[in-house]
């Protein structure tokens, strides 16, 4: 097999004639006379579900596949396909003749619309071949001709300026035989050269370098790295122990020492301590070092300069690494994109001409500001991607998050700083410039935050002295290279973060989808009944309970909560008593009026599963108050070291929250049904008495009364008398930790929660709920039955039932693809009644029952749990109140999936 490289005419060079190797995201274009083999060839290699047939798609529209009348609209179907897969990141094989330029330019233009490298395989058989298989097949009603006219119209398009690759395709392969066609075996599919997702960092991204060699040098060793030199003791390479350092591009020009920065940064490359992106300085020198016509502007020559007095030797190893650099790195899983001028969520892992010039020079329409320097648009205002962007290019005074992204180019080169940021920690690293080495277009501002620096320093993100108040920027502080833009109050909330289709990219589960109508209808409760978003922090996933039970008389038994985190591959659970309250998340502050800044409440909020506040006013202040003096009395402002917490529990009792619901709904059924039911009984039994047959319906009709004594014992247990303006007869169940400053606690194990748990009840006995508790080893028989027993002499009692938890807390299957459960609900039979009816345990009630299916409630609750954790996550990291926002809003917006409300 031949192949024709990318970008380089039409030499063919030779390779391996068995492999057949393509990028692993690409639209591959079979070109070939009818009877080449083209659909053999893609059957043998590719997928079914990756080929796109144009005359499958006939058949789709004509019920014909040699229909030709229908060759429009098929081609039009072939297109629609093929630009979907393409969007999704798919490979995609396209099976049609395509021997006309024509016909391949409208699968370039879709290539090119998705940003997806096109790669010819050409099957340029010989035409006696051709003919003797035209002539032995029944399946095509035309002659030899079109054979002939195919033929002549590929060798044609091949003689064309440029050949294929003059048309666009960035690789070609041709085999020109049968022979060739058979011999290829395997197609190897080649990740992009943009995608290091598998390197998970931790990395050092610093900012644009411009020739600033001493300050580089001077951050490294500040980062950690050990500078190697050479026999005249210029620094060639920087090795860190643990750490990798990204280079965000423009290393080059304005500075004083251009060759001295490429020195180091190429052996770093070179050795794997670094990796580096192309910035568009680099670009152009690239192409002045190659003799093409430049404009020499811009430090362009002071970079000529420096390089002309170099060695031959390094001036032709820095045109090798300069040709070598790509637009942009996804890594860390795709949780961190790393590109000069930023990369758009759809341009990450795409190879085009627009996504390098994207990576290169930003969003740009061509017009200049009064200074003569481009107008950028702002494209992070509105990024809403998975990953973190980290990039340059733009020299702003101070480095801010916006949107989950940061540019680092802190203007070194015109007095500024030299800063980087280490991720994942996203502390940043700032070193002064030594001078002002070169005057910028427009007068730079230097922060005051990034004052020079005697000594290592490390700069957190949200540092109040870091970032600029928006009311304080003006015209005069905006970036050297940028016109005016607006930039977003980190406080703002707009409803096009969370309405419409959207998802929310979590950490934990990837990707979790809100649908337009979920989203709309988390907007009614949200606008009209929620707390104050900025104290809405968190909230709880719903829970599904245990798989059913076929055990008699029961639905809900341990023992299927166990099997199924065995499945799971976890190894202990622990087993906590479910008390029957309501749900409910507290804030609570250190000191009164802590939280006034952050969270907008002076003293603290406690609110329900929908966002609502739990008490008024005046409850709500008495509670938080005491639970601050629990939580001081047990010392956990100081152990976490924070001035905030945020609290997972239960309120108890029921009836605190649900009193209205008990007495319209339960006791008004209870209530009628001991009217009716004995009255019932009574005619039934004077009807036995004067000889009548109704045993059976006498039988089922006491049985009755009996279910609604036990359907009204059950829901008489969780009503207590509280006294309705404070907080007499309350009962506060915490029962995990989810958030304190700097820290969430997902990680901990559950038995560090319920111990402080229990810390917090033995400051405030009067408010605080224990939670009794068991360990139990899945792989121990008794301490399964032992647990099971306990569950048993709890519901017997009136209790509600229990939860069983991993006991380390947040769990991932073994391989590590799936979170486990977070929780599973293990109900007793009596309590039951409260949610299937007072007479679900009779038999063909519960029959009916055990049809129940767990598995969308189930997916439900891990979707909503890693909604929530990765909420909390963006909270303790400081990210801008709309993405902690969005987080509690989709868990709200999913709660309106329509899963059965009696799981």
């Known amino acids: 097999m031949n192949r024709t490289a990318p970008g380089r005419g039409s030499t063919p060079e030779p390779s391996d004639p068995t492999v057949l190797t393509v ?3 690409a639209l591959i274009i079979l070109i070939g006379v009818t009877g080449s083999g083209k659909s053999s060839f893609a059957r043998r290699l590719f997928r079914p579900t990756e080929i796109v047939s144009s005359d499958a798609c006939r058949a789709m529209v004509a019920d014909d596949e040699n229909d030709q009348d229908a060759t429009a609209a098929a081609f039009e179907l072939v297109n629609t396909i093929v630009g979907l897969r393409l969007a999704a990141g798919r490979l995609t094989v396209v099976d049609a003749t395509s021997v006309q330029p024509a016909a391949r330019a409208s699968l370039l233009a879709v290539a090119k619309a998705h940003d997806v490298l096109p790669i010819a395989v050409v099957l340029d058989l010989p035409m006696d071949d051709l003919l003797t298989r035209h002539a032995a097949r029944t399946d095509r009603p035309f002659g030899a001709d079109v054979v002939r006219r195919q033929h002549d119209q590929l060798r044609r398009g091949m ?66 790295y050990a500078i190697t030199r050479d026999e005249d003791g210029r620094a060639v390479d920087a090795a860190h122990p643990t750490r990798r350092a990204v280079f965000v591009g423009d290393l080059v020009d304005r500075g004083p020492d251009t060759p001295g920065v490429l020195r180091l940064v190429m052996g770093m490359v070179a050795a794997g301590h670094a990796l580096c992106v192309a910035g568009n300085h680099e670009d152009k020198l690239a192409r002045a070092l190659a003799g093409r016509k430049v404009t020499v502007s811009h430090g362009l020559a002071e970079s000529l300069d420096q390089l002309r007095v170099e060695s031959a030797e390094l001036q032709a190893e820095v045109r090798t690494f300069l040709d070598g650099l790509i637009s942009h790195y996804v890594l860390d899983g795709g949780r961190l994109a790393v590109a000069h001028a930023g990369v758009l969520e759809r341009y990450q892992n795409r190879a085009s001409k627009r996504v390098r010039e ?53 203007g070194c080169v015109f007095g500024g700083h030299l800063t980087a940021l280490r991720y994942p920690e996203r502390e940043l690293v700032a070193v002064p410039a030594l001078a002002v080495h070169h005057e910028p277009s427009r007068p730079f501002p230097v922060h005051p935050g990034l004052r020079p620096m005697d000594a290592p320093e490390v700069v957190p993100i949200e540092a109040p002295d870091l970032v600029p108040p928006v009311e304080a920027v003006t015209e005069s502080a905006l970036p050297v290279d940028q016109a005016p833009a607006e930039r977003r109050d980190p406080q703002d909330l707009h409803i096009g973060d969370v309405l419409g289709n959207r998802g929310v990219h979590t950490r934990y589960a990837g990707r979790v989808k809100v649908r ?21 922090v968190y909230l709880p996933p719903t829970m599904s309970p245990v798989t059913t039970s076929s055990r008699p008389g029961l639905l809900e038994h341990p023992d299927e909560a166990f099997a199924t985190f065995r499945e799971a591959g976890v190894g202990q659970v622990v087993a906590e008593e479910k008390h029957m309250g309501s749900r409910a998340t507290l804030l609570i502050g250190a000191a009164k009026g802590a939280l006034t800044e952050r969270f907008g409440v002076p003293d603290g909020a406690v609110w329900t599963r929908t966002g609502r506040s739990f008490f008024g006013p005046e409850r709500t202040a008495l509670l938080v108050d005491r639970m601050r003096a629990a939580a001081e009395r047990a010392g956990l402002f100081a152990e976490l070291g924070t001035s905030w917490l945020v609290l997972d529990a239960e309120i108890l009792p029921w009836s605190v929250k649900a009193e209205p619901l008990i007495r319209e709904q339960y006791a008004s059924v209870a209530a009628a049904a001991g009217v009716a039911l004995p ?56 029962f995990q930790v989810l958030a304190a400053e700097g820290a969430t606690f997902a990680d901990r194990p559950h038995a560090w929660h319920l111990d402080v748990a229990d810390r917090l009840v033995a400051t405030d006995p009067e408010l605080g709920v224990r939670t009794d508790r068991r360990v139990v080893d899945l792989a121990d028989p008794e301490s399964a039955a032992a647990a099971v027993t306990w569950w048993e002499e709890m519901t017997t009692a009136g209790g509600e039932g229990m939860v069983v938890k991993p006991a380390g807390n947040l769990t991932r299957t073994p391989d590590g693809r799936r979170l486990v459960q977070p929780g599973l609900k293990v109900r007793g039979p009596e309590y039951l009644r409260l949610i299937y009816g007072p007479e679900y345990r009779q038999p063909a009630n519960l029959e009916r029952l055990r049809s129940r299916q767990v598995g969308a409630k189930r997916s439900l609750a891990l979707r909503e749990y890693a909604i929530g954790l990765e909420g909390l996550d963006r909270l303790v990291a400081g990210e801008p109140l709309w993405r902690v926002h969005q987080c509690a809003f989709a868990v709200l917006a999913l709660e309106s999936e329509p899963v059965d409300p009696r799981l």
């Open 358 to 410: 994207f990576c290169l020079y930003g969003q740009v329409d061509g017009t200049r500001d009064d200074y003569g320097l481009p107008v950028r648009g702002d494209w992070a205002r509105d990024y809403r991607g998975r990953a973190t962007v980290l990039y340059g290019h733009t020299p702003v005074a101070a480095p801010t998050w916006v949107n989950d992204t940061m540019c680092l180019d802190t």
């Open 516 to 536: 337009t109508e979920q989203a709309a209808a988390a907007l009614e409760v949200m606008s009209r009944f929620a707390i104050d978003p900025r104290a809405l």
């Open 159 to 224: 003689k064309q300026r440029g050949g294929l690759s003059g048309e666009g395709f960035r690789g070609v392969h041709f085999l020109r035989s049968a022979a060739a066609v058979d011999a290829v075996t395997t197609v190897r599919r080649e990740r992009l050269r943009t995608d290091r997702r598998d390197e998970t960092g931790p990395f050092d991204v610093i900012g644009d370098v411009h020739g600033c060699r001493a300050e580089l040098e001077t951050l490294l060793d500040r980062l950690g």
């Open 679 to 734: 009255a019932s009984v009574a005619a039934l039994e004077q009807a036995a008495a004067a000889g009548l047959d109704v045993g059976d319906l006498l039988d089922r009709t006491r049985r009755r009364v009996e279910d609604v004594a036990g359907f009204r014992d059950a829901y008489r247990r969780y009503r207590a008398d509280t006294d309705p303006d404070r907080l007499g007869g309350v009962g506060v169940a915490v």
């Open 23 to 25: 990028p692993e995201v």
